[in-house]
């Protein structure tokens, strides 16, 4: 609850320690001496069942509950950051049914196993994979399928697990092997973390016990790529980490930085340190943005701190960009894209004066022009940026539909790559006529058809064109994950990439994808597999990076990289691009214990505002 880190300012302060406990807290030869959660099961927590219908008690305890959850019984079982939602991995009728619970049809879940060999059964485990698994933080580990687990991730390369990490989940695993347990949030909300928050809507039964929860935080989610960390989420485990900043960018000033709308995080800088909070999800949902200011709040409270600078993101709508004008402190505005490729930096140690290409891939960022911008390549120091580069513009239909719909910029490549005569491949003949009309009469009349550069939706695009993903998606970034899933199946040893079109006539630069569609559609046609489509989609990538890299380096000397963005979770594309960098002499940059996400974003922006102090300027 605040700092020294003292048993009284802990949620264990409620329970007085026996004559036994207090003894051994005591005795400096002891193992628990000063060790603050100190209890025995006559002084500490007490483990009870409820039913959720009525929230009476259940006799029977920890035995009872395991043998619901044999039966087929969702239970919400208390953890360390919330409560998780468990049912027996094996069980299809109880999966499904916490499926529909979870309003979740295809999305994957997370497991909780026993032990390794658990693991290994359905999951390929590397050395730097185990290595985290067991590690004291105990993540969810991505990790590539050795079998199929009926829905538990479908259409996806991948599988989640996690290790128990609380002596509950330790007692609960010595009787089942394996668990769903996921996040006990309603559809978009923060994770529960009060026993008066689950209801039988949720679950049938609650496990849980009357220590309580002080901050909610989710599991943290990473995969191991080229044998180092890549966080889709990071929480638990990992926050709040005291990161130094360079030395030179060190003031004797308070800053906080609000980061984006989606995937928000908070950060704090004071006294040479940044600290990250936890994932706070997407702050369009009302209960996230209160979530938001609970953890500034205690973000405040834990580090007494109090900001005499705010920094936010430059869209001018988004939640947190009016909060920050609204604390009427100097306030600081960072173009996304610039934000993403600065927070490596601050890991990274890089000191001011130090100039890089960012390539920075994501489904959309605010840009300077007004457009939405997402396949960007900035000529950077933390001072300021110059676009280098950007995938050329083309129409995101509908607007934010377009980010659901993966159709709709399918149709805006193939209408730019064939003209208005685009072949009708046949993943459209999933979309009624009439809606593709009234979609086309948009982009012919310009309405609501905002210019992107994303390449998020790039990757929508191929997908649907290669007949990888749905008409709608059910969770962002899932025509992504099932492109590269196919990719994943090709041997490394076919490669090969389609032709581009780098537009140099005027700057910035302009990436044309055209030639590609027309080879992919071709290549559909004559029957070659959707997966090698894929696979050669992700080469060519990885081949725009190199040829703008190139014209980097040739141009104004430049051999530094920084990948950056939430594209960049990809495995296929984040390790071929880095290997094959390297393998030109460039060096590469990429977030290592940060997301490479829109979770960092108020890291790069904590690095904007210490540089814009340190200069006396405000204006990049």
Not at 444 to 467: H, Q
Request: a positive charge.
């Amino acid at each position: 609850r605040s700092l020294p880190y003292d048993r009284s300012r802990t949620t264990m302060s409620g329970f007085r320690m026996c004559p036994d406990c207090q003894q051994e807290y005591q005795n400096p030869l002891d193992r628990r001496y000063h060790a603050q959660p100190i209890a025995c099961p006559r002084c500490g927590p007490q483990l009870q069942l409820l039913n959720a219908r009525n929230g009476q008690r259940v006799a029977g305890g920890l035995e009872k509950a395991v043998s619901l959850i044999r039966q087929g019984r969702i239970l919400a079982i208390k953890g360390l950051g919330g409560f998780h939602l468990v049912c027996e991995a094996t069980n299809l009728a109880a999966v499904r049914r916490l499926r529909k619970i979870k309003k979740r049809q295809t999305k994957p879940l997370a497991l909780m196993a026993r032990d390794l060999s658990t693991i290994r059964k359905y999951a390929r485990v590397g050395a730097a994979e185990k290595r985290w698994l067991t590690s004291p933080f105990r993540p969810i580990v991505l990790l590539r399928k050795n079998q199929e687990l009926p829905e538990i991730a479908p259409f996806i390369e991948t599988i989640g697990f996690m290790l128990p990490y609380t002596p509950l989940h330790h007692l609960l695993l010595q009787k089942l092997p394996l668990i769903v347990a996921t996040s006990s949030n309603r559809k978009d909300a923060p994770i529960i973390k009060d026993d008066n928050q689950i209801g039988p809507e949720l679950c049938d039964y609650i496990l849980t016990h009357d220590r309580e929860i002080a901050i909610r935080a989710d599991d943290s989610v990473m995969k191991v790529v080229g044998g180092k960390p890549v966080f889709l989420r990071r929480a638990r485990g990992f926050v709040p980490f005291p990161q130094p900043v360079p030395a030179s960018l060190r003031l004797p000033v308070q800053v906080l930085a609000v980061g984006g709308e989606l995937k928000n995080t908070i950060s704090i800088y004071k006294n040479g340190y940044v600290v990250t909070s936890q994932f706070l999800g997407d702050l369009d949902d009302y209960e996230n943005s209160r979530y938001f200011e609970e953890t500034l709040a205690h973000l405040k409270k834990l580090f007494s701190f109090e900001p005499a600078v705010v920094v936010s993101d430059l869209h001018p709508g988004f939640w947190s960009t009016r909060l920050a004008h609204s604390l009427k402190i100097p306030h600081f505005r960072v173009q996304h894209h610039f934000a993403h490729s600065l927070a490596p930096l601050i890991e990274h140690q890089l000191p001011p004066g130090q100039k890089f290409l960012g390539v920075s891939f994501d489904g959309f960022g605010y840009g300077d022009d007004g457009q939405a911008w997402g396949g960007e390549f900035l000529l950077a120091d933390y001072d300021s940026y110059s676009r280098l580069a950007h995938l050329d513009y083309l129409e995101l239909a509908g607007g934010d539909a377009a980010a659901r719909e993966p159709w709709r910029m399918a149709v805006a490549y193939l209408r730019r790559a064939f003209g208005p005569d685009f072949p009708r491949i046949k993943s459209l003949k999933l979309i009624p006529p009439s809606k593709l009309e009234a979609v086309l009469k948009m982009m012919d009349r310009k309405i609501n058809c905002p210019w992107t550069s994303s390449v998020g939706r790039l990757f929508d695009a191929v997908a649907f064109i290669c007949g990888l993903a749905p008409a709608r998606v059910e969770y962002e970034a899932e025509a992504p994950s099932r492109l590269e899933a196919a990719a994943a199946k090709v041997s490394r040893r076919q490669a090969g990439h389609y032709p581009f079109l780098l537009m140099t006539d005027q700057k910035p630069y302009r990436v044309d994808f055209s030639p590609a569609i027309r080879q992919m559609v071709y290549d559909l046609g004559k029957k070659i597999r959707p997966e090698l489509v894929a696979w050669k989609f992700h080469l060519t990538l990885v081949q725009v990076i190199l040829q703008l890299a190139w014209l980097a380096r040739k141009e104004v000397g430049i051999s530094r990289v920084v990948l950056t963005g939430g594209v960049f979770l990809n495995r296929i594309l984040t390790e071929n691009t880095e290997k094959t960098l390297r393998k030109n002499g460039f060096e590469v940059l990429r977030p290592v214990y940060y997301s490479p996400g829109d979770e960092s974003l108020s890291l790069g922006q904590i690095a904007y505002a210490l540089n814009r102090l340190k200069s006396g300027t405000a204006n990049h």
